[in-house]
């Protein structure tokens, strides 16, 4: 009988189902023929039929009793004789690396894993795979011993160049079967194994510990060497160096000590140790390793002062430290680092860190002084900056007398800077998001409680007992708004009216102005450049800037001052010389205003263009005169900068990108004088709005000029109504809205009932909203609006072509 084993893990044929079959068949015919001869002999005998069919009747019978008892009497070794599960076996071999295999008695593979079928090809035992002679004999002699004892060994056979150990067991219930195991035998390769300490983590821990690691090949040419040999031979790590004679990098003077070539006379001399790598050559491969050679070759004291000399002329700030902890030397860029003066630094280096960074100083510097040559960085932060983390080198140094540890500090106040204003930008981007969007919500309300003012006021009469308290309520309201609108310009969403402009221009038309609010205690001075190009901005929110920053100015000038006010052209190599971080490389105008006040302290310098931010006293400032000069510079593509000390005053720079492109004529000065328009229409008005009183107000103000309105909540509320067969002469939608927003609804309305007029209103900037609309033909309305401006947006959108 055959068990076919999966696919998925191998084939096997096995069992004993035919072996008794066969042997069956052969007593059967040996019976037989035993029958047919004794029938035989008795017919010659007797010459009697009857007693002739008797005996063979008899005879047959007796043969079916026999072989009835034989098949239904039970066997004690049933279980024994049933074909093991071979599939379990096949998984436990799985588990081991090395090749398993089982064979039965008659010589066939009955079961292996994977490792097996791999190695030796053709699903074969042990004994009869495809091996050299010598190998072969000894499987069939290890297999006939393992019958025999019990087990048996081979150390080792040959399989196409890869050896293997052999281990055979006999196996089984009955002992039927033979376990093979054969280990590949992993040949020990000294040498390559040396370059790859050198080549890997062994020699790079060797290198920052000063050891010099090379493996030489049986000709002294170089296989493998670490960095520090690298840098003392070459001057560089990464300059190949493998295949080339290790001689050529040494050199030996008439004493017999061993140099560096490249080091000439003034290298220190270095101490070789030779590890063959062969048991049998001693001048072969091998292993070098090499250190500084102490001694009294070298005189510390010397050296030590050589040391200090050349630390004084580096640029980097560098102190040698003893293994108590205390300071040897240090150079003039250390102190600076440190804002204190060489004579002034204390006798250990953690009394200049803060309490809590003592320990961490104190520990790494025992640790590095009295261990192995390696070197760190510790986070410190010094007692005088304590706000400031620097970062601290310690190296463990030797053969320098008393010095045991070299420590660096890094100037990276630049650095600093840096990162501060790119925090610092960070956060304003963030409070600008914040403040575009509560602007943006108080806007809705304003313009409900605006609208609903108005409304009121068209029932009184001034005189009447409410009239006044209605107009405060407005008045009110209106300066609110202004607050918004400041907030909306430091977040960058103020509704901004551009114009190709010229920066003295606009100085000299907010002049007059700015010298009555500076009042007669601040003298105004105003100084142009020549040849400033003009910039895109918006006239009045330029004149607010410089307003804003004039009132500063004054506000830090009690006893009174000077405010100067200039222009400049900033041509791009002027930028570059400036090596700015942050302002791009471009041809600029500058406007500067500068006073002689009493300056910011310079943990205020970095906060004074946050909203709501203020020095001064409560009641006298909102905190947002510099924030709307942030936003409206930054809106209009500019870059505004701080400098300031106290005491010396404060200097602001504003630089505006020069405008590219045709610079429309000048303006002929004749302005035509407002006439109040007809504002009485007619037609039917959608108003899509999400805010209830928002809606309600736009609502009543649009039915009292004549219009017959209706009304949506969201977008989708709107293409219902279209989709019912109304039609409208005119859409009134907000912006932002949940569901569905009001671009998103104009483009399905246009898309499916053709040129629709469409009126946007919405607290957000009118640029901003109009790049991410980018529909046609849009009117805008910004938030918040009176009953008034309402109707004059309708009545304009109305008449549009």
């Known amino acids: 009988m055959t068990t076919p084993i999966p696919p998925a893990q191998f084939e096997l044929l096995g069992g004993t189902g ?33 007693l002739l069919g008797t005996c063979a009747a008899t005879m047959v019978a007796a043969w079916g009793l026999v072989d009835y008892v034989r098949r239904t009497r039970p066997k004690p070794d049933d279980v024994e004789l049933s074909p093991p599960d071979w599939s379990i076996t096949h998984a436990t071999a799985q588990l081991s690396n090395a090749a398993i295999a089982v064979s039965d008695r008659a010589g066939r593979l ?94 790079r821990a060797m290198a920052q510990s000063g050891i010099m690691a090379v493996s030489l090949a049986d000709d002294g040419r170089i296989r493998a060497a670490n960095a520090a040999f690298a840098l003392r031979a070459v001057g560089s790590d990464q300059e190949p160096i493998t295949g080339r004679p290790f001689a050529n990098y040494m050199r030996m003077d008439e004493k017999g000590s061993i140099f560096f070539e490249r080091e000439g006379r003034r290298g220190l001399p270095i101490r070789l140790l030779n590890v063959p790598l062969t048991e049998d050559k001693s001048d072969g491969a091998a292993l070098l390793l ?36 205390r300071f040897l030397f240090a150079n003039d860029a250390f102190a600076r680092v440190l804002d204190i003066s060489v004579e002034a630094l204390p006798s250990y280096p953690a009394d200049l860190v803060i309490n809590e960074d003592k320990a961490a100083v104190l520990d790494s510097i025992r640790r590095f002084g ?118 909306l310009a430091f977040s960058r969403q103020q509704t901004l009216r551009p114009q190709i402009l010229q920066l003295p221009d606009v100085v000299a038309d907010v002049s007059s102005l700015l010298k009555r609010l500076l009042g007669e205690t601040v003298r105004l001075e105003v100084h142009h450049g020549r ?80 909203p709501f931010f203020t020095t ?61 328009k007809d504002l009485w229409g007619s037609g039917r008005i959608l108003i899509v709005e999400d805010e209830d009183m928002v809606r309600a107000v736009a609502e009543r103000a649009l039915v009292r000029q004549g219009y017959v309105v209706e009304t949506a909540s969201d977008g989708e509320e709107a293409l219902a109504l279209f989709a019912e067969g109304k039609r409208y002469d005119l859409v009134v939608s907000d912006v932002v809205m949940p569901n569905m927003d009001g671009p998103t609804m104009a483009r399905n309305l246009r898309g499916q009932f053709g040129d629709i007029r469409l009126l946007f209103m919405s607290g957000y900037a009118e640029e901003q909203l109009r790049e991410t609309i980018s529909l046609d ?5 910004p938030k918040p609006f009176s009953v008034q401006q309402i109707a004059e947006a309708v009545h304009d959108a109305m008449a549009m072509e």
């Open 18 to 50: 035919d072996e008794d079959a066969r042997q069956q068949w052969q007593q059967a015919l040996w019976l037989v023929a035993a029958t047919l001869l004794s029938l035989a002999i008795l017919w010659f005998v007797s010459k009697n039929v009857l």
């Open 110 to 203: 009955v079961c292996a894993n994977d490792h097996f079928t791999k190695a030796f090809a053709g699903l074969k035992a042990p004994p009869d795979l495809i091996v050299d002679d010598a190998s072969r004999d000894l499987l069939v002699a290890a297999g006939r011993a393992a019958w025999r004892d019990g087990n048996a060994q081979i150390d080792s056979i040959t399989k196409d160049d890869r050896q293997f150990s052999v281990k055979v067991a006999r196996a089984g219930t009955a002992d039927e079967y033979l376990l093979w195991r054969l280990a590949p035998i992993e040949r020990l390769d000294i040498e390559s194994r040396a370059i790859e300490l050198i080549s890997g983590r062994i020699g």
């Open 290 to 325: 090499a250190v500084d050679e102490e001694g009294p070759k070298v005189e510390r004291g010397m050296a030590l002062a050589h040391v200090e000399q050349l630390l004084s002329t580096l640029p980097l700030g560098l102190a040698l430290v003893d293994r108590d902890g």
């Open 370 to 487: 009295s261990g192995a040559m390696t070197s760190g960085d510790i986070a410190v932060r010094l007692k005088e900056r304590p706000d400031e983390v620097i970062a601290l080198s310690i190296a463990g140094i030797r053969g320098l007398g008393e010095a045991a540890v070299l420590l660096g500090l890094k100037d990276n106040s630049e650095e600093t800077k840096l990162k501060r204003q790119v925090a610092q930008q960070t956060k304003m981007e963030s409070i600008g998001q914040l403040a575009g969007g509560v602007a943006h919500d108080f806007n809705n309300i304003l313009t409900a409680i605006i609208g609903y003012c108005d409304l009121m006021l068209m029932r009184h009469q001034p005189g009447d007992g409410d009239y006044d308290d209605i107009q405060q309520i407005k008045n009110n309201s209106n300066r609110a708004a202004s607050l918004t609108r400041q907030l």
């Open 531 to 610: 040849a400033l190009g003009p910039v895109r901005a918006d006239p009045g929110q330029l004149e607010q800037v410089i307003v804003n920053l004039g009132l500063n100015a004054r506000d830090a000038m009690e006893k009174g001052g000077v405010v100067h006010i200039s222009t400049k052209a900033v041509s791009q190599d002027d930028v570059r010389a400036m090596g700015s971080e942050i302002l791009p490389i471009g041809d600029y105008a500058l406007l500067s205003v500068e006073d002689s006040g009493s300056g910011i302290a310079k943990e205020n310098l970095a906060k004074i263009f946050e």
């Open 616 to 676: 001064k006293e409560v009641g006298k400032g909102t905190g947002l005169g510099l924030s709307t000069v942030y936003g409206i510079v930054k809106q209009s593509g500019g870059f505004i900068f701080a400098e300031s000390e106290v005491g010396q005053g404060t200097r602001f720079d504003i630089y505006l990108p020069v405008h590219v492109g045709e610079v429309p004529s000048a303006d002929t000065g004749k302005r035509e004088f407002y006439r109040p």
């Open 777 to 781: 033909n849009v009117s805008f309305l």
